[in-house]
Structures are given as structure tokens and as C-alpha cells.
DNA sequence: CCCTTTATATAAAACGTGTTACAACTCCAA
DNA sequence: TTGGAGTTGTAACACGTTTTATATAAAGGG
């Protein structure tokens, strides 16, 4: 016990307190716990004396002192509109596995769409050292970091920025022929909010799929989430079916003459299933309702939902991937965009068009 | 144009070039603008000089540099089970607020209660030079670490640690009175799983309230969710309702001598609705359910959920406000157990039991 | 015997801040 | 003249690493 210093807990050991009870120099002990090339000269006696010693102190590497000389900070920073679990829980779960593989932690920031956000978070986090950026769903075509950014479902042009997106023109087509062969001819289009940028590309894929389909688009049977008197600027909820309820509900004082709704988000499609409910319609039997995302819970709804689902997890351990890849060599060509292959899942939520 | 130096874009301006530039020293261009009181001294003039140099170079301190030399990192470390909408989100949004309020970022790790995990990120994150923690609804009885600890819904009975809990007993009562007040007398429970800390206290809050309104626990009408053929180490999915969908199943396979049940949170409280219709029951008609934490989509399910209220933002925003004192202030003495009030939201999913 | 190589290790610089101690200069009263 | 007080600043160190360049002794080659 009576070990003089090394008795008392050391409020922290450093590399030179750890030097000087090795008798060795700072130089040695940081060569050879970093395994670096050129400390292969020393002989593994030393070493092994080096790295018992360091485990016996408990020595760990003093976080600061080493980002700034290394100047990268080993974490990444995170751009999305909001945290919800239709989306950011789903892709972050494959983010955080490839991340925490490679001894990197992240940084979130939520914007909830505001513009003055977008451009101060990037910056906020580049003075943060952040080593790289992940664009979750955010328009990013201004974006201007010294870092490596790969944005997933962000249709980024951008020339520095890789880009994770879905296939929606396949996507398009797995729900409106899964439609069109259950007998509907007059689909109505629910289209997501104009700041997602998503919602531009499925609409583009919609209106691609339905010619070649020989289905013909109706302007009157397109609403907007953002529209009938709400928006996104009343502040948008991710997870609140309301963003599909009120333009479902705007749409049926207008014309009923539909017998399918292609909803751009599950969520929204619960909401346009309780307004349909609530107009004494019912589900799929005058109308069937197509979700998209396939959320965890999509299968529970009643009825449980017909929809389209993302693979949202492999785009967030792929765009992952991508980014380390780009940190790890910065001089790397940047790899072209990479697309994503959606599932249809088909459930409760549609049935053969009435008569 | 030709302004030598200045008009090449700097990679980065440093505090050593801006002192050079401005032919003032380090030390005085630093107190200036960290307005430093030993600064008073510095006359106006030059102050404004300083300033105007620094934002005209577009000036940022290193974030390590300057960490290193402060030894705090101006971020937090979050520990979560998971991205949950249920419960993360929410509590999130408030905690989010205050940090960023306060310059802030934070590092979130799930730790998807895996022990190993639970242990692994605290070190990892004080590696990183957080300046303090908040727990998210996570068993931290033994967590030890050298800066400021608030848990959430964790009940923690450590030393250095400040509580933020919700009120169950006020919680259970109104759920219950409710049930009692609509005639219910054989109420089934499904408890919370044994990892979360809130299962207890809940459990703890149901078995005094039902002796004080006089109503009987029947063990044969209690279940669990992390039993029934279903673990937490099969994977838990915050957001799957399948959580409420196999215990139900396994009751409903036992007993139907019950015309109510309370459960752990809206997501298993929506699995089991699922159930119950599946065997041909209807909610609220044959069996009233109430569910936990009033999620964005509970007023949208079918039936829509009555359920009690946790003022989940508030609690992150308490939490996060302690926490950043408790950093600013390390010698203040400990706040006591912060207790929030639940509050009870009443929809379909109840109704008057049947004769 | 001299010169090069190899093995083992180290001193010193660098990263970019924040801060402590002190220097020069002026003014003013004793 | 001198000493004290204010004014306006600066030199130098500390933070804890990583890395570059170099030192010393022993071994080996001609």
C-alpha cells in the first residue's frame, strides 16, 4: 500500500507523468501506445513495460491536446429537420453502427426546416472540428464546408457532395401498378411539403410512372401536406398524423370522386384514415390508402398500412460508410450517387376499387 | 485587389496572424475579445480596431486550442436507450432548447440496454471531455464520473446525481379513478419492462392507489411486456407495438375476466388494442384500455387512446437547465428530486364498463 | 582504424489558445 | 529628484499531445 504517489488516485495521469515513472521519454510512451511506424525499433521489452504501466495508471490520451494536433476531432456532425422515428431514428440506427465502429461520435442538430438554421448549424459545427457532415433529408445545395458531406435523400448538386437517395421511380411503380391491378383508375395524390426533398422527386416519378402506365393524373385529386390551411411554418410535427388529416379532409369537401389516395408518408396516412373514417368512409373499402416508409408501427394500425417501405437503415450505414471513407482519404475521387431499392408492403390499407 | 497577404483567402486565420496583422500581441487581442476583465485597461479605440479586424477575417478561436486551455468542451454527453419518438423525442425537444441557449452541443449514445454498453459509453464520453451528463430514463445507480450528472425518469439513487421524475402516484391515481369512476372493477396491468426504471416506481404507485380507492389487484391480471415469449434482449424496437401485442395475446389466452387494462406506455398500449381485436373484442365496448405518455398519434389511432400525459419536454428542459448550472457552478450544492405533474388526457379508448 | 549502419531513445518544436507576471511610459505630488 | 499610481500594453508560459530531427552507443564492414 505504501507506494508513495502512485497510492493517492492521481487526479489525471498525462503522457508525462506516465513518461517519468517509466523513466522513458514522452517521445517513447506516445510512439508506442499509437503503434506508430517508426516506433518499431523499440524493442518489445520497452513496449511491453509502456503499455502495462499505462493500463496500471489508467492513462487515457488527453482528448483536446491530441484533436489539435491532429486537427481531426474523430466525430461527425448530423443535419436533420427533426428527430423523429418515421425517418432519423431509422437511418440512425445505421449510422451509429458504422460510427461507433470506427470510434466516432456524432453531433445532432435539428433545424425543423427554418432557413436562418440551415446555414448557421454547418457552420457552428465546422468550428466544432467536426471531420465530416451527414445531410439527413435537407436541402444542402449551398452547403460549403471544408469537410467531406454525403447527404441521404437530400438530392444534392452540390459538386463535393455524395449523395444516398431512393429509386422512386421504382418506388412510384411498385405502389400505383399494386393500385392499378386491384381496379383504381382515379388515384388521388397526397404530395409532400415543398421543403422536403423528397417530395419534388416522387411527385417528378409519379407523374413519369402514370404516362407510362397509361394512368391519367387529375390536378383536382393532388393536395399538398402543406397546404389546406396549414404549413410547415405552424411548426411541423414529424410524428403527427395532423399533417395528412386536414388536406385529406380539404380534398373531401371538394369531391369524393376517388377510390385510392398515394400518401407521400405513413404518418400522414394515419392521419387520411381517421379523416376518411371520420366522413363515414371506409377503408380500403371505399378507399385504399397507400403509406410510404413503413414505419414500426405501420403494421399495427387498423387497418394496418399498405405502403412503401424505405430501406432507411442500410442509406444511413451506406452514407456512413461513404463518409468515413472520405474523411479516411480526402483525396479520393467522389463516388457517384448511390441509389437505394424500395419494398412494397402490402396490408390492410387497400382492397379491389368499388364498383 | 492587390492587398498581398489578405486578398489570398486565408485558410485560417489564427489568433498569432490576426495579432500580426492588427501589430497588437496575442495577449491583447485575446482579452479584448474574450472581453476579459483584466481587459478594462484597453482603451476603446483599440477594442474597436480588434473587432473589427476579427470579424473582417472572419476570425474563429480553435475549438481545441482553446478547449484545451479552458478544459471544457462545451457539449454534454446524452445517455438514452434509444432514438424512441415515444420518449427520447420529446424529452429532446425541451432539452435541446435550453443547450443550445447556452452554446451547447451535445453527443447522444444509445446504449439499447445492453450493460456492457451502459458502462462503456460514460467512460468514452468523458474521454471526449463532456462537461456533464443527462440520463435518459437509464439505470444509473453506479455511474461514476468526474462532472455533473441529471438523470431523467431514472430515479437514480446515487450520490452526486439530481433526479427528474414524474409523479406516478398522481399519475396512477387519475388513470385509475378514471377507470374506477366508469365502473371498473377487475383492471389488467401490463407492466413496463424490468430495465427501465419507471417500471418500478409505476408498479410501486399502482399497488398504494389501488389500496387507497379499494380495488382489488388480481396477480393473475398482471403481465409484463419483457415476458410472454418476449425479451428486451430480442431486440427493442421503442416504436414497435408488438411490445403490447404478445403479452395481450398471452392473457387474452388465459383470461377474459377483465373489462379494463392500463398499460406501460401509447406503443404497447396500441399492440394491445391490435390484440384485442384480433380475438374479436372491441375497445372500448368490451374492454377499456389507457395507455402512457400521450405520444404525437395517439388522438389519431382507431380508437383514439386515452392515455396520461407526461410533460416530457418540460422535463428535459428542467433537466437540461439544472445541468447547465450545476457545470457553470461546480461547488453548489445538489438541488433536490425535481417531481413533474402527469395529466390525464381522456379519448375513445376508454368507456363504461360492461354489465 | 575509420566510417557507416543499426538499435534505442530523446530534446525540442509545433498545434492555437488563455493567462500571469511584468515592462515601459506618462503624470503628478512630495 | 523621486517615488507612487495609473495607462497601455507585451513576453513567456501552460495546456497535453504528436512528430521531426537528432543523439549516443554498439556492431559491422572495409
Same mark, same amino acid.
Not at 421511380?169 to 404530395?191: D, N, W
Not at 411541423?236 to 369537401?253: D, V
Not at 387497418?303 to 471513407?325: D, I, N, W
Given at each position: ?165 431512393? @429509386? ?49 393524373? @387529375? ?14 411554418? @405552424? ?121
Amino acid at each position: 500500500m505504501a507506494k508513495g504517489k502512485l497510492s493517492t488516485p492521481p487526479g489525471h495521469v498525462n503522457l508525462r507523468m506516465l513518461a517519468e515513472h517509466l523513466e522513458l521519454s514522452q517521445t517513447t510512451v506516445s510512439l508506442v501506445l499509437n503503434n506508430s511506424p517508426s516506433a518499431k525499433s523499440i524493442p518489445q521489452e520497452t513496449r511491453d513495460r509502456v503499455v502495462e504501466a499505462a493500463n496500471r495508471l489508467n492513462y487515457r490520451p488527453n482528448y483536446f491536446a491530441r484533436s489539435l494536433r491532429q486537427s481531426r476531432s474523430m466525430s461527425v456532425g448530423v443535419l436533420a429537420p427533426d428527430l423523429s422515428e418515421g425517418y432519423f431514428t431509422r437511418v440512425m440506427s445505421g449510422v451509429v453502427q458504422e460510427l461507433t465502429g470506427a470510434h466516432y461520435f456524432y453531433f445532432t442538430a435539428c433545424h425543423d426546416w427554418k432557413k436562418d438554421l440551415i446555414e448557421k448549424y454547418p457552420r457552428m459545427l465546422v468550428e466544432r472540428a467536426v471531420d465530416g457532415f451527414l445531410l439527413l433529408n435537407t436541402p444542402s445545395d449551398n452547403i460549403d464546408v471544408p469537410v467531406p458531406v454525403v447527404a441521404i435523400s437530400a438530392h444534392s448538386a452540390s459538386e463535393n457532395v455524395t449523395n444516398i437517395v431512393l @429509386d422512386h421511380h421504382q418506388a412510384v411503380q411498385q405502389a400505383l401498378t399494386h393500385l392499378y391491378s386491384l381496379g383504381h383508375r382515379r388515384i388521388a395524390f397526397m404530395r409532400g411539403p415543398r421543403a422536403i426533398p423528397d417530395s419534388e422527386f416522387r411527385w417528378e416519378a409519379i407523374q413519369q410512372v402514370a404516362q407510362e402506365i397509361n394512368l391519367k393524373l @387529375d390536378p383536382a385529386l393532388s393536395i399538398r401536406i402543406d397546404s389546406a390551411g396549414w404549413s410547415m411554418k @405552424d411548426g411541423y410535427h414529424p410524428m403527427a398524423p395532423e399533417i395528412g388529416y386536414k388536406p385529406m379532409q380539404a380534398l373531401l369537401e371538394k369531391t369524393r370522386d376517388f377510390t385510392a389516395i398515394f400518401c407521400f408518408n405513413d404518418i400522414a396516412a394515419v392521419g387520411a384514415i381517421r379523416a376518411l373514417r371520420d366522413s363515414g368512409l371506409s377503408v380500403p373499402g371505399d378507399i385504399s390508402v397507400v403509406g410510404f416508409d413503413d414505419i414500426l408501427s405501420a403494421a399495427y394500425y387498423t387497418p394496418s398500412l399498405t405502403t412503401v417501405r424505405q430501406p432507411l437503415m442500410e442509406m444511413g450505414k451506406r452514407g456512413a460508410q461513404v463518409l468515413l471513407e472520405r474523411i479516411a482519404n480526402r483525396e479520393a475521387p467522389l463516388p457517384p450517387e448511390i441509389i437505394m431499392a424500395p419494398e412494397l408492403v402490402i396490408r390492410e390499407s387497400t382492397g379491389p376499387a368499388p364498383q
